[in-house]
Every structure is written in C-alpha cells, then in structure tokens.
Nanobody, 122 residues
Framework: QVQLVESGGGLVQAGGSLRVSCVVSGSIFNSLEMGWFRQAPGKQRELVAGITTGGSPNYRDSVKGRFTISRDNAKKTVYLQMNSLRPEDTAVYSC????????????????WGRGTQVTVSS
C-alpha cells in the first residue's frame, strides 16, 4: 500500500520561502516517479514539478529558477523548495507518484496525497 503525506505548507509573505515535503509509505519509493501539483480556487490542477527515479527534474515555466524539487530515497521523501514566492503561487500543493513518468506528467498518477495549503500574501 502506497500512501503519500504532505507537510510544510503555511502562510508566507511575497518574496519569502517555504519547503513542502511528501513522505511515502510502502516499499517501492525508489521505483516511483514523483511530482508536485497545485490547485488554486476556481482553477484547474496543474503540474508544478516532477522528478524521475534517476533524479532528473522537470518544471513548469512559471516556477523555473524559483522552485527546486528533490528526493531522498533513504527517507522516502520528496521535497519542493519554493523561493521568491508570489501571491499567484497560492494553492493547495499535492504530492503525486506513479511508476510511469508520462502518467505523472499528465496528472493521472495512481497515488496522491491530500495536499497542503500554501498561501502567499502580498
């Protein structure tokens, strides 16, 4: 059974930083492609960043240079370091995982966390 639990969200001023984490239960973490999605009120869920089992990252254009995704296989944890935050980054951030990077990128992952709220004030 694979379960994803996020933590680390909160309220931050514009220009500030936050790091969200996702701990994965189960024994297949090393085989899972991992990613972070976000959904703001009234908007569709969107991919923020993904990372392959080999550690190669992929980012949406609006967060390139500001956000960094990483994974620690020993801790079964994936992180999203968010710097230079903007009010438009406000959303519920959810962790996703799948054995297929294609399914991860198109938002049809088999495994999802419940999400953590990130609010950026102006």
């Amino acid at each position: 059974q694979v379960q994803l639990v996020e933590s680390g969200g909160g309220l931050v001023q514009a220009g500030g930083s936050l790091r969200v984490s996702c701990v994965v239960s189960g024994s297949i973490f090393n085989s899972l492609e991992m990613g972070w999605f976000r959904q703001a009120p009234g908007k569709q869920r969107e991919l923020v960043a993904g990372i392959t089992t080999g550690g190669s990252p992929n980012y949406r254009d609006s967060v390139k240079g500001r956000f960094t995704i990483s994974r620690d296989n020993a801790k079964k944890t994936v992180y999203l370091q968010m710097n230079s935050l903007r009010p438009e980054d406000t959303a519920v951030y959810s962790c996703a995982a799948d054995l297929s990077f294609v399914r991860l990128l198109n938002g049809t992952s088999n495994y999802w966390g419940r999400g953590t709220q990130v609010t950026v004030s102006s």
